[in-house]
């Protein structure tokens, strides 16, 4: 058996086909692109593992049966391959008819393939000893073969003109290899028909193969340009390096002249390439490196910056305007609600910005803190890409890391001038996302320092108000013990002397008029020293709260419910109130009872009060239509317990909500007038003593439901 480069070359076909095609069929072996490059390739392996029997057949019989071995792999090689290019352009719909016809055409030529009207024999050619002589059916074969030939290459070059970003790169990748395959491949015909032009070109469909599986696989392409350049260079530097030498030798005769040159060149070859290499990139990316360069610069200058809004808008503008993408974004972590927030973006459209939110537990953040590098969206999973639900499709994704905690991700839309990101993008995106994570940083710490002050400065002049409010309620009380019982004396009074003088007082209108207004006074003044005594009521409670060394207890929450229905019936002077308590006996709640009684008190009491109000707006338009209602319930989780109260009064507007836990503020204008301490004082009994959560939902003349979030005894 003589084995010479032809049949090498078909053999490194076959085993380079072979390869790589199950490397590509298991990358992802449900996807119509690997699994029909798969099928192409299993084709060029058959015509290779047969072009090289036949080259190493010592008689014509055996060869003329591997000629038409190899020519059975060859007659799918188009069919095949244009069907994985329509998967690979998702148009197997549109083409379905064509796809259909090349493949019956396949199957009529593999038909003759095995006659001698498409292999008639073999015969010597050039010095091939047996090569094939083409049948007449072989001729009109041929031209339909390289017809839909041409017509993949020309389809491939329409949505090439058509694409941007990454398919646009990935698309030229497999025109080139495509080309370069196409060319080495017609190199084998010429001499079925006697031209003396030998198959040169059979070596490079193991490029062509490898090119196109480079291009499935591997995402991350490098500029086909780049990779041009770089291989020109190294065929022109190692063809001086490596051909003077031998052209030395064949002129001078001289071996040792000839190593000497050959060990000269191989040492300065490298050099000289990558010389040529650098200047020659420097060209081509001129573009890049420049805004790669102003990106660098901003990456440094982020961390001056310490309001967080103006952090994520600087960091969107910038990446938009120096790369010029179609749009920018940022999310970052909101922790106490457990979400990422769009904090800014910048598109072309100038679109204000959307409220788009992303909770912790969605997978895509998931795959982010797996991943923690910046990388194409396109490479997530596809139920991953699936449940991402944005207005804007992204290319890249940008993640922001402070240690393990995901501060916050950046998306970038496409590039504005159709290019494709690069390794080098890829490699200044890490180095911004680690200064941007910095500068987050930096912000967050500085808003933290800000509002720990302003609750240091609130807990220091409320801590003065506590200090005083023993010493202050005992004097105020005073006096208000005296106001009470004068403007009670002076109500009895003026009542007993209107039931005497009755007559008198009616038979003349102004003095019936003077002793009606006497009486109003006297009970407005008993009224103010009621609300009164409930503001210095609402001091000492909040007061108290600053004692902490109540002791933790496990008890019924039916039981203080109970006890604070009691307390507002006597409070409001009423023999009922409309509240429906869904607690179980056995439910019990983990706490400090008496502050969670001043909690309950004081949500039950802003209940009825909301719908009292609630009734002197609606009650008189229409008394029947409207119940009042306060519903007490408890739940639980596996570690928390959750008290709500929920009522169907006023409700809260929506300018007021965010006030609502702020001491001295109260809503309570029409029906009683509040002291504003009493929410607060409960917010700060839930969230600083007990470690839990209160928050609400409300909506203006429909109603307020509170939530107390409580953590179980461990």
């Not at 103010?528 to 000492?540: A, E, F």
């Not at 019936?569 to 607690?583: F, G």
């Not at 607060?680 to 439901?705: C, L, P, Q």
Request: some cysteine; hydrophobic content about 45%; overall charge positive.
């Amino acid at each position: 058996m003589k084995i010479t480069f032809w049949a090498l070359s078909g053999l490194i076909n076959g085993i380079t086909s072979t390869a790589l095609g199950l490397l590509v069929y298991y990358k992802n072996r449900k996807n119509p692109t690997n699994i029909t490059y798969s099928l192409f390739c299993l084709s060029v392996s058959i015509w290779s593992y047969s072009y090289f029997f036949w080259q190493v057949s010592s008689d014509a019989k055996s060869a003329l049966f591997w000629c038409r071995a190899l020519m059975a792999g060859a007659i799918f090689i188009p069919a095949l391959y244009f069907h994985h290019i329509c998967a690979l352009l998702n148009i197997r719909s549109q083409k379905k008819k064509l796809l259909i016809l090349a493949y019956i055409f396949c199957g009529v030529s593999f038909l003759f393939n095995f006659t001698p009207l498409f292999v008639k024999s073999v015969s010597k050619k050039l010095w091939f000893e047996y090569w094939p002589d083409a049948g007449i059916v072989y001729s009109p074969f041929l031209i339909i073969w390289s017809l839909l030939s041409c017509y993949y290459i020309y389809t491939i070059i329409k949505f090439l003109n058509n694409s941007i970003g990454e398919k646009k790169n990935q698309l030229r990748y497999i025109l080139v290899g495509t080309v370069l395959g196409w060319f080495g491949g017609i190199t084998n015909f010429p001499l079925w028909f006697n031209i003396p032009f030998p198959p040169i070109g059979n070596i490079l469909l193991s490029v062509y193969i490898a090119i196109v599986a480079y291009a499935i696989i591997r995402y991350r392409l490098m500029d086909i340009k780049i990779a041009v350049t770089r291989a020109g260079i190294f065929l022109i530097v190692y063809t001086f390096v490596l051909g003077i030498p031998f052209v030395i030798l064949g002129r001078t005769g001289s071996g040792l002249l000839a190593t000497t040159l050959a060990v000269i060149f191989a040492t300065m070859g490298p050099l000289i390439y990558r010389f040529l290499q650098r200047k020659a990139e420097s060209v081509l990316l001129t573009q890049q490196r420049h805004y790669q360069k102003i990106l660098l610069q901003a990456a440094l200058g982020m961390v001056t910056e310490h309001n967080l809004n103006k952090l994520s808008r600087l960091i969107v503008y910038i990446l938009r305007k120096t790369i010029n993408l179609n749009f920018s974004a940022i999310f970052i972590s909101d922790k106490k609600n457990q979400l990422y927030k769009l904090e800014a973006i910048q598109n072309r459209d100038n679109s204000d910005k959307q409220d788009i939110n992303i909770n912790e537990e969605h997978p895509f953040i998931f795959y982010l803190k797996k991943n923690r590098e910046p990388f194409f969206f396109e490479e997530m999973p596809v139920y991953i890409k699936s449940s991402f639900d944005l207005p804007l499709k992204p290319r890249i994704i940008i993640p922001a890391f402070a240690g393990s905690d995901l501060l916050a991700f950046i998306l970038l839309g496409e590039k504005s001038n159709t290019q494709h990101y690069t390794e080098e993008d890829i490699n200044v995106f890490k180095i911004l996302s680690r200064q941007a994570a910095l500068a987050i940083q930096n912000c967050i710490f500085f808003e933290e320092s800000k509002d720990a002050q302003q609750r240091m400065f609130s807990a220091e002049k409320l801590a003065s108000i506590g200090g005083m409010a023993d010493g202050v309620a005992h004097q105020i009380k005073n006096r208000l013990n005296q106001f009470s019982m004068a403007s009670g004396e002076l109500k009895l009074e003026i009542e007993d002397f209107i039931a005497k003088h009755d007559k008198l007082i009616n038979n003349d209108q102004e003095l019936n008029k003077t002793f009606s207004y006497l009486k109003k006074i006297a009970v407005s003044l008993i009224e103010n020293v009621k609300k009164t005594d409930g503001i210095i009521k609402g001091i000492l409670d909040f007061a108290k709260v600053e004692k902490k060394e109540n002791f933790f207890t496990v008890f019924s929450l039916n039981e203080i419910a109970g006890l604070s229905y009691n307390l507002l019936m006597i409070k409001h002077e009423i023999s009922a109130l409309p509240i429906t308590i869904k607690i179980d006996d056995k439910d019990i709640v983990y706490g400090i009872k008496s502050q969670l009684t001043e909690v309950v008190y004081n949500m039950l009491d802003n209940a009825y009060e909301a719908i009292q109000e609630k009734k002197m707006i609606v009650g008189k338009k229409e008394p029947e239509t409207f119940i009042p209602s306060i519903e007490l319930r408890l739940t639980h989780t596996q570690d928390r317990q959750v008290i709500k109260i929920s009522d169907n009064g006023i409700g809260i507007k929506e300018e007021d909500k965010h006030k609502i836990f702020a001491p001295f503020f109260t809503t309570k204008s029409s029906y009683k007038s509040g002291s504003g301490i009493g929410v607060y004082v409960v917010k700060r009994i839930v969230e600083e003593n007990h470690k839990g959560k209160i928050w609400f939902v409300s909506a203006y003349m429909k109603g307020t439901d509170f939530f107390i979030e409580l953590p179980k005894n461990q």
